[in-house]
């Protein structure tokens, strides 16, 4: 029998847009082979909760915990299950992760840590709701609240940084670091201090993984583009360039990225 997989995205509500980039669901059924999941690093954050079905890294053959906060990424990332299976997850802006786990965003780039160890043991029943709800609908609505909670309460003094990453991020543009430094009319030092407090990268590591992204979005507008075309007009020096950064932040060269007939069923997330 073959397997049915589904995969939603969900906008966010407005008091959470600030924060959340998009919800999304991931279901499978049927599953008869190992599934893959793998996400390429593009800067931001994750909260994800596996309501059904087990997961492990291929990397480390570990398992990976049922509910999870992911700090900002610099690298791609890969699970692997074996049975059906049921995601629910949240697209955080890389700023998020630093405002749920109180802590400056460079303690937290590429940090993999269960929920429970974050905010305390009372996030428990939480899980336990989730896990027994009805429909994915009444399992956003828990996540929903739960991040409520923990964002609404934010009196941070870096919103004007956020709102231009933000603005940034979601128009798709190229990153233009630059154009940041000199909206925020401060001293370079302090910028760069604020940045990396913020979002966990230094502003040119920033720019490497938004240069990538944006990269990615050029090829899905126009695939009929040569990689080295996409590589000049994406803002790289040469396609070695190209070639060296997408291996490094997807896990794959630009060809075996983009093939039309993956080794393996998966989902890229």
């Known amino acids: 029998m073959a397997h049915t997989t589904s ?3 969900i906008p966010p509500p407005p008091h959470l ?6 919800f999304w ?8 082979a190992p599934y893959h999941f793998s996400s390429v690093a593009n800067g931001c954050a994750q909260l994800t ?3 059904r079905g087990s997961f492990v890294a291929p990397d480390t053959d570990q398992a990976v ?3 999870y906060l992911q700090g900002p990424s610099s690298k791609p990332t890969k699970l692997v299950t074996e049975g059906s299976f049921g995601i629910l997850g949240a697209a955080l802006y890389p ?5 749920l786990f109180k802590t400056p965003g460079q303690e937290v780039r590429d940090q993999v840590r269960p929920v429970q160890e974050v905010f305390g043991s009372s996030l428990r029943q939480l899980e336990d709701k989730i896990t027994n709800s009805a429909s994915t609908d009444e399992r956003l609505a828990l996540l929903v609240h739960f991040l409520t909670e923990q ?3 934010d009196k941070t003094p870096d919103a004007p940084l956020r709102q231009l ?5 979601d128009a798709g543009q190229q990153p233009d670091v630059e154009k940041l430094y000199e909206q925020m009319h401060t001293s370079r030092r302090q910028f760069e201090r604020r940045f990396k407090n913020l979002l966990g990268f230094s502003p040119r590591e920033y720019a490497k993984i938004q240069r990538f992204r944006y990269a990615l979005q050029q090829y899905q507008q126009a695939p009929e583009q040569s990689f080295t075309q996409l590589a000049l007009s994406s803002g790289y020096y040469d396609q070695a360039h190209f070639n060296r950064d997408f291996k490094e932040l997807s896990g794959e060269t630009p060809r075996t990225f983009f093939a039309d007939d993956p080794q393996a069923p998966g989902l890229r997330i």
């Open 165 to 169: 990453i933000k603005a940034e991020i």
């Open 25 to 32: 669901i991931a279901e499978g059924q049927d599953i008869s």
């Open 151 to 153: 964002l609404l309460q």
């Open 49 to 51: 909760f596996h309501y």
């Open 65 to 67: 915990p049922e509910f």
């Open 95 to 99: 700023y998020t992760a630093s405002l």
């Open 7 to 9: 995969y939603r995205q």
């Open 17 to 22: 847009a600030e924060y959340v980039r998009y």
